[in-house]
C-alpha cells in the first residue's frame, strides 16, 4: 500500500489554476512562481515532489529545513528554499547558509543581523519584508505604516536589496483586500515581487498581483500540525 497523494498530480492541478486566474486577468502565468510549502511533510512526498521535477520549496523552520535539506539538496544544482517562517536573529547565520530567500525581514534588528552576515562574506539571499497587513498583534511583519522606515534602514544605510514584500492575511478576513494592499504598497515602493496567497486562497491573490504564490497541502496534502 501507498498512502502518498498523487504529488505531480496535485502539482499539475495547482499550475493550471495558477495559468487559469492568471488568464482571468490578462497575466502571464510564467509571471507567477510556485512555492511548494513543504514544512512539516514526511520526506516522501517532497522526494515525490522533486521527482515530479519541481525544485521550489518553502519551509517554516530553520532546523527542520537543515534536517530535510542539507544532503538532499546536494543531489541537485537548482532547488530554491524559501524561509517563510519568522527567522530569531541568533539564526540568522544558518538561514542564510540554507535559504536562497528570507521572505520574513520584518524588524530593524533582522535586517542589522542580516547585512552583519553579509559584510562577513555570506551570500546575500534574496529578501522580502513581510508586512503584517491585518496590524494583528501575534502576528510577525511590519504594520504598514512603519514599512517606509524599514525600507530606508534597508536600502540607505544598510545596503540590503529588497526585493518585494510578503503577508499572510488575518484568518477571520477575506483576504482580497489584504492582497490589494500588499500589490499597492509594493508599487508605491518599486518593489517587483508579491508573495501572497496560499493553498485556499492563491487565485484570489492572482488576481491581486502576487508574482509568487505559497502552497502546502494544496501539493502535499494534509499536515500533521502547523
Ligand atoms: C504553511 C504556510 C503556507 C502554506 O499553507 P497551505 O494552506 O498549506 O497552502 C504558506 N505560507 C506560509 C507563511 C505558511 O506558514
Known sequence: MNDTPDIA???????????????DVGRDPATIELVAVSKVQ??????????AGHRRFGENRVQ??????????????????????????????????????????????????VAREIADGAKAPELL????TGEEAQKAGVAPGDLADLLALCRDQLGLTIAGLMCIPPMADAPAPHFALLDEL?????????????????????????????????????????
Not at 9 to 16: K, S, T
Open 64 to 113: 527542520e529545513a537543515e534536517a530535510r535539506w542539507t544532503d538532499r539538496r546536494a543531489g541537485f544544482d537548482d532547488v530554491t528554499l524559501h524561509l517563510i517562517g519568522p527567522l530569531q536573529s541568533n539564526k540568522v547565520k544558518p538561514a542564510m547558509a540554507l535559504f536562497d530567500a528570507i521572505e520574513t525581514l520584518d524588524r530593524p534588528k533582522l535586517a542589522r543581523a
Open 129 to 132: 519584508v513581510q508586512v503584517n
Open 9 to 23: 498530480g496535485n502539482l499539475a492541478e495547482v499550475r493550471r489554476r495558477i495559468a487559469a486566474a492568471a488568464a
Open 42 to 51: 514526511p520526506d516522501d512526498r517532497v522526494d515525490a515532489a522533486l521527482a
Open 186 to 226: 509594493a508599487g508605491r515602493h518599486g518593489l517587483a515581487v508579491r508573495s501572497m496567497g496560499m493553498s485556499g486562497d492563491y487565485e484570489t491573490a492572482i488576481r491581486h498581483g502576487a508574482t509568487r504564490v505559497r502552497v502546502g497541502t494544496g501539493v502535499f496534502g494534509a499536515r500533521d500540525h502547523d
